[in-house]
């Protein structure tokens, strides 16, 4: 047996206070009762009335409990239904090195980065993700997780000082990513890499026959222009060791080289429709409409609890209403 929605098993805390309301009716009703028949007729009353009060709030209880058990679905059986789904697996390695502050792309390279992650996560349903963040080092910022609320809390607080280390080295995080990967070779894996191809260090061209061998295509979104823009810091830009101001320009050519070598895809995150670009192909991939698979799934049984209830119910109010003229 399972409980497809647990969410709702606190609603069972309801009735504590539903039989503590009865126990108070029903010292009032004994206590009303001993006043209206008199001593020498109570007795035979009484005996007659607790009988008619459990007897109907046994069958509230019984109505509420029902109700509850449909809320909370519960399922003991199964059936089978096709499925076009594939085991889906996206990592996102995301360039968080400061020059991906520059803003030749509104609000900021990075904040569109962030945006265009978190849409994707949104419109993608059944899929894993995980998110590597990388500059002259890189880390599993969220292993690969089908938790939404975990990635979007990372996501709000993503900047470029959550790593000490200077520098960006798309290699070594491009590694880390597809040893990162859950291990089922039966999945469909995607790298998705969102970088202003700026590598200080490594060789980003190392990992295309890991990468090929391991069938984990590479898709490179160029955060940023060709024409580039200024990097700030603090209040001011960053400068060179002649103190002249870095300006910082996107790597184009690298980053379309590698998806291409890597059977991945390339984009630009200046262009408007890049969002709803990339999240469309990626929805895409969720499915193999070539392949259809049978699945399992459970049969949630509400009906026969809401009809329990309303049985329970109509009893109660039987109960309650039916007047016993041999006594009353």
Request: with cysteine.
């Amino acid at each position: 047996m399972r409980i497809t929605n647990p969410q709702f098993l606190w609603t069972f805390i309801l009735l504590i206070p539903t039989i503590l309301i009865m126990i108070l009716f029903y010292m009032g009703g004994i206590s009303g009762l001993k006043k209206l028949t008199g001593t020498w007729r109570f007795v035979t009353v009484k005996r007659i009335y607790i009988l008619r009060f459990i007897v109907s709030n046994f069958l509230f209880l019984f109505s509420i409990l029902s109700l509850l058990l449909a809320l909370i679905g519960l399922s003991w059986q199964k059936k089978p239904e096709s499925d076009n789904s594939v085991g889906f697996e996206v990592n996102f390695v995301l360039d968080i090195s400061r020059s991906m502050l520059a803003q030749d792309v509104i609000p900021s390279r990075l904040d569109k980065s962030i945006s265009l992650i978190s849409t994707i996560v949104d419109s993608v349903e059944t899929s894993k993700f995980g998110i590597i963040v990388f500059k002259g080092d890189a880390v599993v910022s969220v292993p690969m997780t089908e938790d939404r609320l975990a990635i979007e809390s990372f996501l709000g607080s993503v900047s470029p000082e959550i790593l000490s280390s200077p520098g960006s080295n798309q290699e070594k995080a491009l590694n880390l990513a597809i040893e990162s990967f859950s291990g089922n070779s039966t999945n469909r894996r995607v790298i998705i890499l969102i970088s202003d191809g700026e590598s200080l260090e490594g060789d980003v061209f190392k990992v295309v026959a890991n990468s090929v061998n391991e069938h984990i295509p590479i898709y490179c979104v160029a955060a940023g222009t060709q024409k580039g823009a200024l990097i700030p810091y603090k209040d001011k830009y960053v400068t060179d060791k002649n103190g002249r101001e870095v300006v910082s320009k996107t790597d184009f050519s690298l980053l379309s080289n590698l998806a291409e070598l890597t059977y991945g895809k390339f984009y630009k995150l200046e262009e408007t429709q890049v969002i709803a670009d990339i999240s469309q192909e990626i929805k895409s991939m969720e499915y193999d409409k070539t392949n259809s698979r049978i699945k399992y799934v459970n049969i949630v049984q509400y009906k026969p609890f809401l009809i329990l209830s309303l049985v329970f119910l109509s009893l109660f109010i039987f109960v309650k209403e039916w007047r016993w003229s041999e006594i009353f």
